[in-house]
T-cell receptor, first 114, second 118 residues
Framework: AQSVTQLDSQVPVFEEAPVELRCNYS??????LFWYVQYPNQGLQLLLK??????LVKGINGFEAEFNKSQTSFHLRKPSVHISDTAEYFC????????????FGQGTRLTINP | DTAVSQTPKYLVTQMGNDKSIKCEQN?????MYWYKQDSKKFLKIMFS???????INETVPNRFSPKSPDKAHLNLHINSLELGDSAVYFC?????????????????FGPGTRLTVL
């Protein structure tokens, strides 16, 4: 079974500041890794994914994440945030060779202050 | 031309009632899912159907019965609603058939249905 832990439930930052949202996972099998964003009263949108290859992956809206296998982490970063980045962010994993279900972390609420 | 749509968007009902949530996808996908997001924003899969066949059932009470009349639809029927059923329910879809085992196919999510049980 897999589990995902997002270490911060809320992260407030000022506009144009950098941000890092932390994600650690646990799995006995190889997994794919994802970050999803949920804007207020909307569904989930895929930000980026790690499937294989380069451990640094770039996504939409200027976000990137780095896969660290030894630390079982997949932290999300953005060098300069905007008010429009205010949203809930979810880290998720999925078995590579198994059921297609996504296992999500608890979410991190990112609030951008002017 | 929404890819994954759900109806209704909001549903308020009394305990003990039976209700249904509908989901439709126009992406031509063969696999559909239901996820539940509780009041603490925690998301967990409930069911998955592939070509109208149930493939994932995550220890959900049998008051919840998914029904897939065709590949493009996966409805969720809930009997004898309880207070703890209050949540946002998300439908999703992906294309899994005909691909190599272990390959990745993105899941596309609907906008969610907020269910409130009074």
């Amino acid at each position: 079974a897999q589990s995902v832990t997002q270490l911060d439930s809320q992260v407030p930052v000022f506009e144009e500041a950098p941000v890092e949202l932390r994600c650690n996972y646990s799995s006995s099998v190889s997994v794919y890794l994802f970050w999803y964003v949920q804007y207020p009263n909307q569904g989930l949108q895929l930000l980026l994914k790690y499937l294989s290859g380069s451990t640094l992956v770039k996504g939409i809206n200027g976000f990137e994440a780095e896969f660290n296998k030894s630390q079982t982490s997949f932290h999300l970063r953005k060098p300069s945030v905007h008010i429009s980045d205010t949203a809930e962010y979810f880290c998720a994993v999925r078995e590579i060779q198994g059921a297609q279900k996504l296992v999500f972390g608890q979410g991190t609420r990112l609030t951008i202050n002017p | 031309d929404t890819a994954v749509s759900q109806t209704p968007k909001y549903l308020v009902t009394q305990m003990g009632n039976d209700k249904s949530i509908k989901c439709e996808q126009n992406l031509g996908h063969d696999t559909m899912y239901w996820y539940k997001q509780d009041s603490k924003k925690f998301l967990k899969i409930m069911f998955s159907y592939n070509n109208k066949e149930l493939i994932i059932n995550e220890t959900v009470p049998n008051r919840f019965s998914p029904k897939s009349p065709d590949k493009a639809h996966l409805n969720l029927h809930i009997n004898s609603l309880e207070l703890g059923d209050s949540a946002v329910y998300f439908c999703a879809s992906s294309q899994e058939g005909g691909t190599l085992l272990g390959s990745y196919n993105e899941q596309f999510f609907g906008p969610g249905t907020r269910l409130t049980v009074l």
